[in-house]
């Protein structure tokens, strides 16, 4: 549902007020001083989550003594997965207390979910809820790496035992749609395909390393209140790789250890960060955002972003959805309602995905404001051929986390040499109709202007191609494609590449 390069990422991102799960059970004295300082954040200038570039103005917070402007979704929640724990083993809750099926049989305390605590007034966090029901005590109880595909009504992926990691390739993405609007074109996640890997896998793992190292909090940061949902993601991350490529992974629950041996390294979960887990294991961006406990918004509190063009996470961290996408074509008006209510009611176990896409010459995945790369932005250059030009596709994934309840958007930069669309059916007629008949605005925003010169020509003559080797009608008249984000025949092509 986001995208890179030209539509919205995450859909989901801004400032969280207060922290979940009891980071605003303070005094009204600490609340106080929470809010001003997240008011610092609030009013940092902020661009879209979306390259190619951050261009939108300084933010204006709300007049003081009044209360903040916009729909109030503090008492929208998502469905409550605590009836999951009635499928787990009798034992899965550690420690004293309830069994399983009579704290599954009990309501959630809804009221605590936004805790009144007054001055002076110290309270057990252990009965205070998250947005999808569970209370501190049972995620504590639970322990590390419960069973999230029960927890989540996401079943976990199949085997892929013929995967080849020297030879994969991903999957060819084309996302490409006419008529071209501002839409958010969300399609079910394959559960299978949540985390994906390729052939590049230790190039880019070595990549984003090196970015953290020389970049740092412009990649990576975790503010507070976002510690279980940052281990509940890594969690699921790691459950994820075992089980899809477990020629690859294992995890040692007894010692905590999480082996992989394509890069050949051991990971003491116990002495490393989580989201540092992450990095150094998984090659993809996530953020993960958390919801206002007061007002239901959702807001980007933690995450590992290395694969933006003119933007940074730090100048996002902490904004509010209408923040981060503040000069997104349309948004505002077609698009910041549903997106705040779609936000609001999500269901754990409805796991969604998109893609969306640009042109770039050579292959960027970071480029921070002032990279020398910005410049070929800026001009048609004649001595560019169509060797240098890609296609840049974020392929993107939003879920629930079932027990944090937080929201988190992951995606990764997937880029396909132009090239490759010479056989590849309806593909140059649907980008040619795009990049002539496409809604002005949104084609500046999407700032494919530099490779045009090069890449129209060449589609024009792969279209005129296709059509003498019959490989499209004459005739036909472009549309969204059935096989989207994919063509016809993709798989035999595909599996041809790779060798197996």
Known sequence: MLNLHTQYFAYGLGILVVYLIGTLIFSRKQRAIVFDRLQIRR????????????????????????????????????????????????????????????????????SKRVPD?????????SEHATATGFTVDEIQRLGDFPDYAALSGVPLPQPYTEFDINKALPRPFRPFRWAYHQTMSLIKMESDWWLE???????????????????????????????????????????????????????????????????????????????????????????????????????????????????????????????????????????????????????TDRAIQRGSWGLEIDEPLFMPPDDPHEKLREAQDPTHTIDRCHLRVDWQTLRRLPLSGAIVFNFKAVFTPVKEFRDEPYIPTLILKVLKEGKKNLMEYKNTWHTEHVVMRALEEYEREQVEKGLIEKDWEPHTLDESPFYPGWEEKWHRQQGF
């Open 43 to 110: 009013n940092r200038a902020s661009g879209t989550f979306t390259p190619p570039r951050s261009l939108s103005p300084e933010k204006q917070g709300p007049a003081p003594n009044k209360p903040p402007q916009g729909p109030d979704y503090g008492d929208i929640f998502p469905p409550s997965r605590r009836s999951a724990l009635a499928d787990l083993p009798s034992d899965a809750l550690k420690g004293p207390g309830n069994s399983t099926a009579v704290l599954a049989a009990r309501e959630t305390d809804y």
């Open 117 to 125: 605590c007054e001055v002076g007034n110290t309270e057990d966090l």
């Open 197 to 347: 890997l390729e052939k590049t896998y230790s190039d880019r793992i070595k990549q984003r390393a090196e970015l953290f190292e020389k970049y740092g909090p412009m990649m990576l940061q975790q503010l507070p209140g976002a510690e279980i949902a940052s281990k509940e993601l890594m969690e699921m991350c790691l459950q994820f790789l075992r089980a899809r490529y477990p020629q690859y992974f294992q995890l040692d629950l007894e010692h905590m250890i999480f082996h992989n041996s394509i890069l050949g390294t051991k990971t003491d979960l116990r002495a490393v960060e989580p989201l540092q887990v992450l990095l150094h294991n998984v090659p993809e961006d996530f953020a993960i955002m958390l919801r206002n406990p007061i007002t239901g918004i959702y807001s980007f509190r933690a995450g590992i972003i290395c694969s933006s063009l003119g933007w940074n996470l730090g100048t996002k961290i902490g904004l509010k959805l209408h923040e981060i996408h503040g000069v997104v074509p349309d948004y505002k008006e077609k698009m910041q309602f549903s997106m705040d209510r779609y936000f609001a009611k999500k269901p």
